[in-house]
């Protein structure tokens, strides 16, 4: 599905029914171990749980009244101590690059974005040909940084991993594309929501979730150096990204809050551990801010500690927030920064804008469409 402009897609839900779904356990959030076990309470076989999976993740059933191979009886009992979650598209926007952003309405009423992003060359090590989800985890965000709009109007909640999921699966339903790549770099810090993340990318992962492969993961953090460390210890190869922003304290002090509490040092020794546990490259992803952090100093203090990680770096020109001062450098200025990481045999990309048009940069339109209902009410 191609998508041109601004389609608004409201949907309501009665407080009757929130309240009724509000006392009863996501479905979606279980792993198959638990819903057999759940299903040996209800006396029923084991193999149930493989068909109610297969009806959420591959055929897609919004009820279990739909799952016609199982006995009604047994329909009628998940219902009563079941959910089965759908978030509500409010708004979806197409740029002419066919990027789509996606702004969901989950059922307490918060907004969180999700975005497809269209075939793209090495984007975070992956195929070119890769339909990539970027997806949020929490409503908002903690950590504050100063170039970001997700932060903004703070934290709120952490999102559950069947709302995780819901985002891969909404998006797949709306745009009529398989996604095949995840990207966890949307709104919201994933190691600070650890335990569900993980949760739903078991989920995602598994043969009787979506069947994403691990190596096509990969979860973005801000620095928090100790769920580096907790995470290199999952037995998944889930890939890493580092949003460092900044090759010196100095830099990232300035713009990312969270290097006061874990500095550059400590980073990259929780980098450091990461790459050894895993065995695989991790990714730098570093915004280019005009006269902030796109120096020649920077780009050579940043070479340094790719060569230290053997990391691969993704240079991304700042998208322009409404109400922050900052701006991206000159397409002469990016072009030299990037030459200086490759001259030194630094792995090195420039992303070109994807979704620029459409304000796609993490928390735009969730603040822009939150505004314009508090101006309406």
């Not at 009244?65 to 978030?87: C, G, I, N, T, Y």
């Not at 974005?113 to 269209?118: A, D, H, N, R, T």
Request: hydrophobic share 40%.
């Amino acid at each position: 599905m191609t998508v041109r402009g601004n389609i608004d897609l409201h949907h309501s839900r009665s407080t009757a029914e929130a309240d009724r779904r509000g006392n009863l356990r996501e479905i979606k959030s279980l792993l198959l171990s638990e819903l057999q076990e759940k299903l040996r309470e209800f006396a029923e076989p084991s193999y149930r749980a493989g068909q109610i999976m297969n009806w959420l993740y591959e055929k897609r059933a919004s009820g279990f009244e739909e799952m016609s191979d199982l006995p009604q009886a047994l329909r009628a009992r998940l219902a009563e101590h079941f959910s089965v979650s759908k978030l509500h598209v409010v708004r979806v926007l197409g740029s002419h690059d066919t990027t789509l952003k996606f702004l969901f309405r989950l059922s307490d009423g918060n907004l969180i974005e999700s975005v497809l992003i269209p075939a793209s060359p090495a984007l975070y090590g992956q195929k070119s040909d890769r339909r990539t989800a970027c997806v949020s985890t929490q409503v908002g965000c903690a950590y504050g940084c100063k170039f970001c709009a997700s932060g903004l109007d703070g934290f709120s909640s952490n999102l559950s991993a069947n709302e995780i999921v819901d985002q891969i699966i909404t998006i797949e339903s709306a745009s009529g594309q398989k996604i095949d790549n995840i990207v966890f770099m949307g709104m919201g810090e994933p190691l600070a929501n650890f335990d569900n993340v993980m949760r739903a990318i078991r989920i995602l992962n598994a043969p009787w979730g979506l069947g994403i492969g691990a190596r096509h993961i990969t979860v973005s953090t801000s620095g928090l150096a100790p769920q580096i460390r907790k995470l290199a210890d999952e037995p998944l190869q889930i890939r890493l990204a580092i949003s460092l922003h900044g090759a010196t304290d100095e830099v990232r002090n300035q713009i990312m809050p969270i290097n006061r509490r874990y500095n550059l040092e400590a980073l990259l020794s929780a980098c450091d551990y990461f790459v050894e546990r895993k065995k695989q490259r991790l990714t730098f992803e570093y915004i280019l801010i005009a006269r902030v952090n796109d120096t020649g100093e920077q780009a050579h203090l940043l070479v340094r500690h790719a060569h230290r990680l053997s990391a691969k770096v993704n240079l991304i020109p700042y998208n322009t927030v409404q109400g922050l001062p900052w701006s991206r450098p000159s397409l002469n200025r990016q072009e030299k920064f990037l030459s200086t990481l490759r001259r030194h045999g630094i792995s090195a990309t420039l992303r070109r804008e994807k979704g620029g048009d459409i304000d796609a940069a993490c928390g735009q339109l969730r603040l822009q469409t939150k505004r314009e209902e508090l101006a309406s009410a």
